[in-house]
């Protein structure tokens, strides 16, 4: 039984870890941290853990919980997540980060988009990017992941075979992405009120999203030429889930059959991508709770353009279950160790 | 007063006529038909109407509602549409058409993506569009006014003053649209069944659904070139209204301010156009229940693109509001009246 | 044109007497106040009243609103509510206020609930509660009214024939009560985040809510004896709307025609009161937007019970909609002015 | 490894049982039906279980199903259920079946409420009500277990201990239940039609429903006297999900700290009941996907009444789950298995 804390388990992705994680054959978790809530039962913030979790929230000390733990979820706030993770990091702990912290090789781009100082640019440069699907390698041997962000996460594996195969026009690229409010994550606000939220949907922060720069990253590093998108999140009334539909001219007109079967074949070793047939599309509830991500493409005689959507739910695939697949890769156990009976329909 | 009929008036656009020509003061509802709940009180089918509305449904004779009605509705679906329309017209009873039949100026378009005859070209080519923002003066005229589609309202008014000035690369028009259920009609089916149609997003008819070619006669006419779209409408857990959000490359980068400035010179004499300030985005709930288009947009040095959101009821600007509009207009009302008080908001 | 002020314009009660008023052929709204958002336009807070209302908030000043304003709605916090009431009331200004702080002709019992002092029992011995299906007559005289609450409501609609006529048995009456979320007001806080109020139904303050003893005022008043009930209200994930279900033990079984007959007779002459025929229960959607109370009954030869459900929205006859209605009364227009074409269905 | 059947595999509850029974240790699941869409792989039906179960639908034949499997769950209709039932039991397989066809033991009951004809009376007689925290021994015997119903579950484990104690008048006791729309199936209709069911919250068949006898069986079983009860089911806007608010009269008032004592004596063993603190009410997402039952309660010195509220998740405790906690026990496996880490919150 490896030994795990969870730092910063008081929001929506700590949750979602524990939940994940007391399913784990191959886990304990030891500790669970929250500045805000340090001395409250983990059930008093997550009332479906009632009986199953027993832990009380701590304070976090980077000494404490490597003396207990052999494997850190750092699921706080960016800025805080970079220094835990240096400490971490030091000390020796293996480290999954969900903060943006450590998803950029180069931490001026993050200082770009973030509006702030990056105080470990050698972390975030010896830091992999957690997505299985194209770093499962470099996963491997990796002493710290930088979790991708959520949008990211669906955005890329929509596009990945098509940039990859070198296919479509790189300035064309257009990603409308469709969340669930829980992707706003725990802190009430104007926006995620219910009557605001509710019966509703808005764009926001158009052009300007920090996951653009992400996208663009893992984007550039397959093209091998610098990708810039149009990024548009929007705020969809649901809980959970993300619809990304993602929009590129094609260099050559390919059919759906062609496409489909290049998609298999790039994902054929992903147990957590599922292709869907020709004339299917994803829907969130298929995905909701589990860590797949559906994916399924039109592709389109009249404009040349081929559409791809893809599904996941943003707490899974998009955060926990996403830095709990790392895990497992990390630590030599099956990939869906604990991941494959989350899913929830309707 | 003016004596008016609501044929087809059990569905949600009929219902919606209903609730606003209630409040309407130049007009009485004389007749509603249904052919499948013909016999019933209006209230058993809406039940907000109980006490406000006395009618009982009533199988549709034309003869019998041109006795009674000089101005009639028609909320039929098509096909039975362009029928009744050609009765009514022959008759000389001024018509809008809320169906697709009577949208399409050469009904070759329309017997292509319906895959069905097009029985009434002469009708189809006599009819007007009914988008008073751009075909006001048409309008007036018109003895039958083919009312528009709930996504095409949003995407034009959306993209018409870019269009129109020439100001994008015509090939470069993708338009994501993000419809309520009320938009997929009355009619109970699976995928409209509540806990499949709740908290779940999904793309669907991804470049076939039959609102492009509407979309397409729309900004060709125009730009005065053929122009081709890529259409995705989305079913989104919310009851009512479209969030649609349009991408175009633009021929040559002009900023927000610039933009906004037009869009508003564009539509500075249509009351239910609101253009938003330069980082406001529009949310359904804003327009819900109400006549009005928010339009806001961004321009994006990065990319070249400009990406402008409209917001839109699609009972009520995208179907029945519009419709009562195009009334007032052939009639010679005031353009609001019967449509100014209607939103409601939360 | 009546003058017209709103003092307390920024939350939800004061935008839906804005949207009700802004359609009123005899008021002209001439100041809305907010201490919070002075200054700023009323769109910036209801985005649906844009192009329709052109004011701007302003800081409550007594004397400043009396000189423009001929009436005073007050929709601001408790408290805060007895002193404005009290000053517009001194300069000889007429006010419906939406607080609880005048609902109660005795001050000791909202000092025992609300706990806190009131420092206006003359005040609070002088007002007419805002029902006009009990006070209509009262109401007309009246130079304060105190508004009822929302779940009172419908409770006291629900039950005051049986009450009235001495039907049941005081001791028996249970009311359970289901809300949607704007009840709890606009301020955001952890309950009415969306992803925790969505896809949940709870039952709070069981027992102890504030409304209870304004319910059991008005139940004792009609009953002629002290009447104590059991109250229990549920957040539901709907963002307007309040469905009671009341539940008492008749002295004799009286069949559902009889009863049914009974209240359509006791609400005769009440417009906004409708009496749904038998085996038809009453649906929040019927009367969102509206200012009706629907109510359907069962009566149950079983168990000697009667079951009486009602629906409103909460925030037009539960609040903003009755407070209309109240004006209406006290200045001898149509009670039903500005009020009969609100309701939307879907 | 035990293997299963699933008999009426189309619709949720039988979709749930795959979803719960794909992560049981002991289980292997080698037959699914469904008459209406055999020749479909099951994740047509369930997306969510695409790449996790690979069965096709077949059509039910009793003997070929009983030589693949040894237990099946039977998910099919009332009236089917029962001759399904009798079939297997007769080859002797054993059954849990989820219908209302076996809860009764005196089947004269179950022809009053469900209007037709019982044909199996003896096999109602035999056997189990499948409700563990009542009749876990029964349970470990029966060959054949009845399925509670999904309010019954809710609405018995609410009131059990005040019943059994003999706390409570058995005359006073009220109901009132809210469901989420997967309650009421998967059949499309247009009370679920998603525009219908959003945004509304609806009683229906007052004093009629047919979970009413099964409760009254129950509690009168274990109070010893023939035990009425008043219970009103609600449709509510979520997917999932039960609510329940019990009301009785206390014979002698005790205070909350010795009521929350006695469920919690009462549920020692009960791993799947929770009764929560003090001042603490369920919630429907605490429960949401689990097989748990949340129990709070309220003690009214002032009424003399008891308030009890529970909440479970309709198809997992309330069909699918508490149908594989039967299964666990009558197979002698541990009682949680395959049940523990289900839910999923927010």
Known sequence: MIKVAVVGASGYAGGELLRILLGHKEV???AVTSES?????????????????????????ATTIAEKASFVFLAVPHKEAMEAAAKFVGI?????????DLRFRDARVYEDWYE??????GLCYMSVYGLPELYRKEIKQARVVGNPGCYPTG????????VKEGLVELDSIIIDSKSGVSGAGR?????YHYPEANETITAYKIGKHRHTPEIEQELSNMS????????????????????????AKMKKYKGPDTLLALYAKFYRKDFFVRILGKGNYPTVSAVRGSNFCDIGLYSDLRTGRVVVTSAIDNLVKG????????????????ETEGLKHLGMFP
């Open 28 to 30: 304990e978790v030891v």
């Open 37 to 61: 809530s340090a001395g409250k039962h983990i059930a008093a913030l997550f009332p479906n853990l009632g009986r199953l979790c027993n832990l009380t929230l701590e304070k976090m000390d």
């Open 92 to 100: 020796g702990t293996r480290v999954v980060d969900l903060s943006a």
């Open 116 to 121: 702030t100082e990056h105080s470990q640019p």
């Open 155 to 162: 955005a890329i594996l929509a596009l990945a075979p098509l």
């Open 187 to 191: 802190t009430p606000g104007a926006m």
């Open 224 to 247: 091998g030429e610098a990708t810039i998108v149009s990024f548009t999140p929007h705020l969809t009334p649901m809980t959970r889930g993300i619809l990304t539909t993602a929009y």
């Open 319 to 334: 955060a926990a279950g996403q830095a709990v697949q790392n895990f497992n890769i990390m630590l030599g156990f099956e």
